[in-house]
Nanobody, 117 residues
Framework: QVQLVESGGGLVQPGGSLRLSCAAS????????MGWYRQAPGKQRELVAV??????????NYGDSVKGRFTISRDNAKNTVFLQMNSLKPEDTAVYYC????????WGQGTQVTVSS
């Protein structure tokens, strides 16, 4: 089993920034991918950003609505992934879920991000 612990959500004004963190622990075996999804009220869960491990290298994939504003990064030694969110908009308001794939999918419990003046 893998446990994912998220932190860093909160309330921010439009145009502001937040940084989310997600640490994986437990029976970790070769995490293939790790990242973030989000779900706003009444909407389906959508991709925010994910890092996919490809041997010694990695690739990133972003949802169209966050490209150029959000940046995902990963500390492999600590099995932690970060999401730097800049130029936040009210439509970024959602519960953000950490995700990882290590032999199967794992999800965090979610952290609320609210963008409002």
């Amino acid at each position: 089993q893998v446990q994912l612990v998220e932190s860093g959500g909160g309330l921010v004004q439009p145009g502001g920034s937040l940084r989310l963190s997600c640490a994986a622990s437990g029976s970790i075996f070769n995490i293939n991918s790790m990242g973030w999804y989000r779900q706003a009220p009444g909407k389906q869960r959508e991709l925010v950003a994910v890092i996919i491990s490809r041997g010694a290298a990695s690739a990133t994939n972003y949802g169209d609505s966050v490209k150029g504003r959000f940046t995902i990064s990963r500390d492999n030694a600590k099995n932690t992934v970060f999401l730097q969110m800049n130029s936040l908009k009210p439509e970024d308001t959602a519960v953000y879920y950490c995700y990882c794939y290590s032999l199967r999918e794992y999800w965090g419990q979610g952290t609320q991000v609210t963008v409002s003046s």
